[in-house]
């Protein structure tokens, strides 16, 4: 049996900090005994060597890649060795210390593309077998993608390529427009076509799908009239454009989950809870934001190309909260004026503290 400054000192000769050490020492009363001479612990993994010096996070209120709220179940010694400084909780996935990318350039395909890879890549999300639904928002039927009312068609068709590529079973893409048709829809904002070519299916969503259901972790609302389908994909990827809105004054990643309930008029009192209610729910696992357009004013239809502004730019995290808070910021504003961002984050969704994370910026 070793002992303890026999534990000590091949730590050390092993390169472990002191810190790190005590830490073992600390959270294990057999560590001593656990030291196999032919192999280094598990706490001597490699920290991050990018992320800046932030005030941290709390990794149990963050969501992990699976949109769910991380519990900490590591050692004192582990996460000293392994968690990112950001304060964002360690992917469970994708080895990967960037928890919010940004990418700018010209096409919007490959900004998409580059940004989900700097997450740790679309196989973070999206497992061989699984079932995807991509929820762009197709709201009106009015205008083709240039007037930025609808989210653009090459960002859908990139991430209905990307999640094939991952080995995806079916990638199903839907909205429920409350302006025209859903065939006019998907038509008029070019979507549909783009879709299917990258080979995912454009799906009509039916009015007798629509059920009342429960949200257990609800606050505001309890029960609503939500999509079935929508609850029984593995893996939900939430594609909104940036866009201003006449009532809650910015359309982004948590209203766009709106277009898989029914009485969205209903949702607007109280909008800011109630849609953190629906994100309860659906909890996607994805948000890749459509930056490249983004409608100025006169939101959510628009119709005039003077209120669009070409910004080039694709948002993506597994953290809604996140996604909105910083895409806020493009309007001019801060994340606590939008209702649902500020929500959210006091209830432990996600986080609107942008200095609290390691945001990647990319040229592409």
């Given at each position: 049996?070793?002992?303890?400054?026999?534990?000590?000192?091949?730590?050390?000769?092993?390169?472990l900090t002191s810190t790190t050490i005590a830490a073992l020492l600390e959270t294990s009363a057999c560590a001593p005994q656990a030291a196999a001479p032919s192999a280094a612990p598990q706490s001597a993994a490699p920290q991050p060597t990018a992320p800046p010096a932030t005030t941290p996070v709390p990794p149990a209120a963050l969501p992990t890649a699976g949109g769910k709220a991380a519990a900490p179940t590591a050692t004192a010694a582990t996460k000293a060795a392994t968690t990112p400084t950001t304060g964002a909780a360690a992917p469970t996935v994708a080895p990967t210390s960037t928890y919010l990318a940004v990418a700018r350039g010209d096409d919007p395909a490959q900004l998409v593309r580059r940004a989900v890879q700097a997450l740790g890549g679309m196989e973070r999300f999206v497992k061989s077998g699984q079932s995807v639904i991509v929820k762009p928002n197709i709201?009106?039927?009015y205008h083709p993608p240039e007037y930025a009312a609808t989210t653009n068609p090459q960002v859908?068709?990139?991430?209905?390529?990307?999640?094939r590529e991952a080995g995806a079973s079916s990638?199903?893409?839907?909205?429920?427009?409350?302006?025209?048709?859903a065939q006019e829809a998907y038509k008029i904002t070019q979507i549909g076509d783009a879709?299917?070519?990258?080979g995912g299916q454009m799906l009509l969503m039916s009015s007798v799908k629509f059920k009342q259901t429960d949200l257990p972790q609800g606050k505001d609302i309890k029960k609503w009239l939500i999509y079935q389908d929508a609850l029984k994909a593995d893996v939900i990827i939430d594609v909104p454009i940036a866009k201003h809105h006449s009532l809650s004054r910015l359309t982004l990643a948590a209203k766009n989950l709106m277009g898989l309930t029914e009485n969205r008029g209903g949702l607007h009192a109280n909008l800011g809870e109630r849609?953190?209610?629906l994100y309860?729910?659906?909890?996607?696992k994805l948000i890749v934001m459509d930056a490249y357009r983004m409608l100025m004013n006169n939101g959510p239809t628009g119709g005039d190309l003077n209120d669009v502004k070409l910004a080039k730019t694709v948002i993506a995290s597994h953290d809604m909260i996140a996604t909105d808070a910083y895409t806020t910021t493009l309007f001019g504003l801060k994340p606590e004026d939008i209702a649902y961002v500020k929500a959210g984050a006091e209830r432990g969704l996600g986080t609107m503290d942008l200095k609290s994370i390691k945001i990647e910026e990319i040229a592409v």
């Open positions: 049996m070793m002992t303890r400054r026999q534990f000590i000192e091949r730590m050390l000769a092993l390169g709201c009106v039927a859908v068709a990139e991430l209905v390529k990307m999640c990638v199903t893409v839907m909205d429920h427009p409350f302006g025209g048709t879709v299917k070519a990258a849609l953190v209610d309860t729910l659906f909890k996607p």
